[in-house]
Every structure is written in structure tokens, then in C-alpha cells.
């Protein structure tokens, strides 16, 4: 009986020690082992979308091309304008169309006043015509109180009124063409009201 226990009680041990080796051995290789639970990676945070820069049609650097009907104006009946924003406050406008004197030639500097859509604008400028009968004239243009509206949409409209006064060699409005043969024409002669209107695009 005792040598029937202690060889019981060998192949027990045996078999433990057998077990543990193998354990150890999937262990090292990299095997079944539990290995300890990874934490959980932060959830990424959701960022709100940045809204559109706001469009401002009056910002610095930004053009417009205008069709102009008008009488006595810059551009004569009617023409086309182009516009630029060196500044905010500052709109320099160079302009064709075709008026009583002839086709006309013209370049304006504009003042700008106001803030939001819409803005006071007053301009002086030169212009040149060429009438088809008489020489060419120069003449003086002051947009003295305008207004210019530029919408969301980047449309223009604008209407200014002034004068307008012809000096040096330029065409005679009156009943008899004195001032064709002898200019410049007496002051009360040669200045007048004009008004225009337009409506653009602007970018």
C-alpha cells in the first residue's frame, strides 16, 4: 500500500509540474496569457463648421462695371463705367459712352461716405469728346450728391446728379456757334446740370 501511495503521489506531482511548464512556455511566446484590458481611447470632439466669411462688397481692392444712362452726364446719354476700391472711401471710375457732343471719354475720382449697403459717393473728374462736326472738347464733371447701393448679390445701382462745365475747345450751345470760332464761351454758357443713373455688378 505505501509503495501504491508514493507512486500515486509521484505521478500527481508530475503532472502539475508538467501543466505549469506548458503554461509558461504559451506564456513567453506570446501565447493565451490574458493580457490587461486597454483603456478606452477619448472620443474624438465634434468642432462646429466656421461660417462663410460675410461678403462685403465694399471692401478694399473690389471692381464694378456699370451700364450708365443719363443727361449731361460723364459718359454722355448712355455708357459703360468701370470702377475700383483702391480704399474703402475712395472709388476711381474710368468711363465710354456716346452724348450730344460725341463719344466720350471719361475718368472720375469718387468720394465715399457711410457705412452698410449703401453710401453717400461724390465725384470729380475729366472727360474728352469727340464730336463728329466740331473739334474736340474737355469737360469738368461734378457728381456733387450721389448715392451707390451694393447688395449681397453684388449688384450695383447708383444714381449721383451734378454739373458738368466745357472748357477750351468745345462746341457751342447756344442759337449762333460763337464760341466754335472764338472759345472758350462765356461761363453762363458753357455749365450744366447733369444727372445719371446706373446699375451693375460688382466682384
Excluded at 80 to 93: I, K, N, Q
Aim: with cysteine; proline share 7%.
Amino acid at each position: 500500500m505505501a509503495a501504491t501511495r508514493l507512486t500515486l503521489a509521484s505521478l500527481l506531482g508530475f503532472t502539475l509540474l508538467a501543466d505549469g511548464a506548458a503554461l509558461a512556455g504559451t506564456a513567453e511566446a506570446g501565447g493565451s496569457a490574458p493580457s490587461p484590458l486597454a483603456a478606452p481611447s477619448p472620443s474624438p470632439v465634434s468642432v462646429a463648421p466656421q461660417s462663410a466669411a460675410t461678403y462685403d462688397p465694399w471692401r478694399k481692392g473690389s471692381s464694378a462695371i456699370a451700364l450708365n444712362f443719363g443727361a449731361g452726364s460723364a459718359v454722355g446719354f448712355a455708357g459703360l463705367t468701370y470702377s475700383y476700391l483702391p480704399l474703402p472711401m475712395l472709388e476711381t471710375e474710368a468711363g465710354i459712352g456716346m452724348g450730344y457732343s460725341g463719344a466720350e471719354f471719361s475718368a472720375m475720382q469718387k468720394m465715399v461716405v457711410g457705412h452698410g449697403r449703401t453710401r453717400f459717393v461724390a465725384g470729380i473728374g475729366l472727360a474728352l469728346s469727340l464730336p463728329s462736326t466740331h473739334e474736340h472738347a474737355f469737360w469738368l464733371n461734378l457728381d456733387l450728391i450721389g448715392f451707390e447701393m451694393r447688395t449681397k448679390n453684388q449688384l450695383v445701382f447708383f444714381m449721383s446728379g451734378g454739373l458738368t462745365y466745357l472748357f477750351g475747345q468745345g462746341i457751342s450751345f447756344r442759337s449762333n456757334d460763337d464760341c466754335v470760332v472764338s472759345p472758350p464761351c462765356p461761363a453762363g454758357d458753357n455749365m450744366f446740370p447733369q444727372l445719371r443713373i446706373g446699375l451693375g455688378k460688382a466682384f
